[in-house]
């Protein structure tokens, strides 16, 4: 049974963490600020620097990762989340004590309390579940505690991602007064092209068998969010009752068109009997939203060019939906004969969401405004943005339903963190065909036999080149012998 004389690391962590809820709170705003203005004019300082990438390595990099090894029951999980615990407790602080540029009142000062007191509960509840405490009324309450767990381990990466927003808003002062509405906009709707790529990546990689428990195909559930999105968005674009502005129009029939295909995507979603079936609305809905975009007039013409280009990286997407469903698959939810086997051709949809998201985010008014008076061009703003796409899409976190994965946890992952997942799950595979004749490594301590890796092979062929000569020898003289016998005649 684990305890704190087993676990002495996690005592003094969680005395930290429960002083830290009184002081969460505590925080206020700074004087320093102009009046009318979000920030004061000085730079971002040292310390300010170092808050923000102790915490982006805390919960950008360590939590997802610790999250993932919870899942696969590693014995690293404690100690990656103790680390992440560790750094990201100093790194609260260190937003607090900055000198050099000082902001007013915003969302990323107080949600920043909320999170902390997130990760105090997520902490206290994976003590006390390392306690193995199973007796009466703790053991009666225990599987709450492990659902309750899980839940949290969900909504801390979302949460994670929510601040980092935030926080970059607050940096620059922006997302104020009149800015408000369409600044939302653009982060809510970058964030979910986001969640979508990611959603598509842990499907493609790992959701056949959730696809298979679920009895559906991957249309039905694209079909549900976009019919309930379009229905949000019709009816929540524009001001009912007031006149029409700017582009209100475009944005309400946008959601019109989204919920009408939405509900022609859920009823193609099976045949006749029943059975799950791929279909090609949701690819459909998203190329005509791009290409709706690609045409949205802009005030700046840095804004427009980063817009269509939005668009056209949006179209892109449902393009090869289109391409992989028909032609790569074929109709099918994998690749024939193997589904653990994913096709190069099929990663191009969710990284074009990726990219999506991130033009769409870095798209905004404000945004726009700044890099015009600093000269900057659309084409290196646009590469810098999918560049930041390619590595969230090598290591990046959000939230995925419990069931797509595990009935114990949620996961934060991409590339990396899924094959982390994968490689601690998934049985290795049988050797290959021309492996057969191959020496395989010797069986484990409990007496079960071991799959040689790419390690043993390599060994085991060194071995062989090593004694070439005399297994030839060898061979040599006894195919002799073999031949001849002692009469002359073979035996």
């Not at 949290?152 to 601040?163: D, E, K, R, S, T």
């Not at 959730?210 to 524009?238: M, P, Y």
């Not at 049988?430 to 020496?439: C, N, Q, S, V, Y």
């Given at each position: 049974?684990?305890?704190?004389?087993?676990?002495?690391?996690?005592?003094?962590?969680?005395?930290?963490?429960?002083?830290?809820?009184?002081?969460?709170?505590?925080?206020?705003?700074?004087?320093?600020?102009?009046?009318?203005?979000?920030?004061?004019?000085?730079?971002?300082?040292?310390?300010?620097?170092?808050?923000?990438?102790?915490?982006?390595?805390?919960?950008?990099?360590?939590?997802?990762?610790?999250?993932?090894?919870?899942?696969?029951?590693?014995?690293?999980?404690?100690?990656?989340?103790?680390?992440?615990?560790?750094?990201?407790?100093?790194?609260?602080?260190?937003?607090?004590?900055?000198?050099?540029?000082?902001?007013?009142?915003?969302?990323?000062?107080?949600?920043?309390?909320?999170?902390?007191?997130?990760?105090?509960?997520?902490?206290?509840?994976?003590?006390?579940?390392?306690?193995?405490?199973?007796?009466?009324?703790?053991?009666?309450?225990?599987?709450?505690?492990?659902?309750?767990?899980?839940?949290?381990?969900?909504?801390?990466?979302?949460?994670?991602?929510?601040?980092?927003?935030?926080?970059?808003?607050?940096?620059?002062?922006?997302?104020?007064?009149?800015?408000?509405?369409?600044?939302?906009?653009?982060?809510?709707?970058?964030?979910?092209?986001?969640?979508?790529?990611?959603?598509?990546?842990?499907?493609?990689?790992?959701?056949?068998?959730?696809?298979?428990?679920?009895?559906?195909?991957?249309?039905?559930?694209?079909?549900?969010?976009?019919?309930?999105?379009?229905?949000?968005?019709?009816?929540?674009?524009?001001?009912?009752?007031?006149?029409?502005?700017?582009?209100?129009?475009?944005?309400?029939?946008?959601?019109?068109?989204?919920?009408?295909?939405?509900?022609?995507?859920?009823?193609?979603?099976?045949?006749?009997?029943?059975?799950?079936?791929?279909?090609?609305?949701?690819?459909?809905?998203?190329?005509?939203?791009?290409?709706?975009?690609?045409?949205?007039?802009?005030?700046?013409?840095?804004?427009?060019?980063?817009?269509?280009?939005?668009?056209?990286?949006?179209?892109?997407?449902?393009?090869?939906?289109?391409?992989?469903?028909?032609?790569?698959?074929?109709?099918?939810?994998?690749?024939?004969?193997?589904?653990?086997?994913?096709?190069?051709?099929?990663?191009?949809?969710?990284?074009?969401?990726?990219?999506?998201?991130?033009?769409?985010?870095?798209?905004?008014?404000?945004q726009m405004a700044l890099l015009a008076s600093n000269n900057v061009t659309h084409v290196a703003y646009i590469l810098i943005l999918f560049s930041i796409s390619f590595l969230l899409f090598l290591c990046g976190s959000t939230l995925l339903p419990t069931s797509l994965l595990s009935s114990a946890d949620n996961a934060a992952v991409v590339l990396m963190l899924l094959s982390l997942y994968s490689a601690n799950t998934k049985p290795s595979s049988l050797p290959r065909k021309d492996d057969g004749e191959r020496p395989l490594a010797n069986g484990l301590a409990n007496g079960h036999p071991r799959i040689a890796n790419a390690t043993d092979r390599a060994a085991a062929d060194a071995q062989e080149f090593e004694l070439e000569g005399l297994m030839s020898d060898d061979n040599d003289a006894e195919g002799g012998a073999m031949t001849k016998g002692t009469n002359g005649h073979p035996r």
């Amino acid at each position: 049974m684990a305890t704190f004389r087993t676990r002495p690391g996690m005592l003094p962590l969680v005395s930290t963490l429960l002083c830290l809820a009184a002081t969460a709170l505590a925080h206020g705003g700074h004087d320093a600020v102009p009046e009318g203005e979000a920030i004061s004019p000085e730079p971002i300082d040292t310390t300010l620097w170092i808050h923000i990438l102790l915490q982006t390595l805390a919960w950008g990099i360590l939590f997802p990762t610790g999250m993932v090894l919870g899942l696969v029951k590693s014995r690293w999980h404690v100690p990656v989340q103790i680390l992440g615990s560790a750094i990201a407790i100093p790194g609260y602080f260190l937003g607090h004590l900055h000198k050099g540029r000082q902001f007013g009142k915003n969302a990323h000062a107080g949600f920043a309390n909320w999170l902390m007191l997130l990760l105090i509960v997520q902490v206290v509840l994976g003590v006390y579940l390392r306690l193995h405490l199973e007796k009466g009324f703790l053991g009666r309450v225990r599987p709450l505690q492990i659902k309750a767990h899980g839940i949290l381990g969900g909504i801390i990466p979302v949460a994670a991602w929510v601040q980092m927003l935030f926080g970059g808003i607050a940096a620059q002062g922006f997302c104020q007064g009149e800015h408000t509405g369409q600044c939302a906009a653009h982060f809510i709707m970058g964030s979910a092209f986001v969640g979508y790529g990611i959603v598509l990546t842990i499907l493609l990689v790992n959701g056949s068998g959730f696809l298979k428990r679920t009895g559906r195909s991957q249309e039905f559930w694209d079909s549900c969010v976009i019919a309930a999105w379009g229905c949000v968005n019709t009816f929540t674009e524009h001001r009912w009752g007031g006149p029409w502005v700017r582009n209100d129009l475009q944005h309400t029939s946008m959601g019109i068109i989204w919920w009408a295909a939405g509900l022609v995507g859920i009823w193609l979603s099976r045949d006749k009997q029943g059975r799950p079936k791929r279909n090609l609305i949701p690819a459909i809905v998203i190329f005509m939203t791009g290409w709706g975009m690609s045409a949205h007039p802009q005030s700046l013409e840095l804004s427009t060019h980063v817009h269509s280009f939005f668009g056209y990286t949006l179209m892109s997407v449902g393009v090869t939906r289109i391409v992989e469903i028909s032609f790569v698959l074929k109709d099918r939810s994998t690749i024939e004969g193997d589904e653990d086997e994913v096709n190069s051709f099929q990663y191009l949809p969710p990284f074009l969401l990726y990219a999506s998201g991130f033009l769409f985010m870095g798209a905004t008014e404000e945004q726009m405004a700044l890099l015009a008076s600093n000269n900057v061009t659309h084409v290196a703003y646009i590469l810098i943005l999918f560049s930041i796409s390619f590595l969230l899409f090598l290591c990046g976190s959000t939230l995925l339903p419990t069931s797509l994965l595990s009935s114990a946890d949620n996961a934060a992952v991409v590339l990396m963190l899924l094959s982390l997942y994968s490689a601690n799950t998934k049985p290795s595979s049988l050797p290959r065909k021309d492996d057969g004749e191959r020496p395989l490594a010797n069986g484990l301590a409990n007496g079960h036999p071991r799959i040689a890796n790419a390690t043993d092979r390599a060994a085991a062929d060194a071995q062989e080149f090593e004694l070439e000569g005399l297994m030839s020898d060898d061979n040599d003289a006894e195919g002799g012998a073999m031949t001849k016998g002692t009469n002359g005649h073979p035996r």
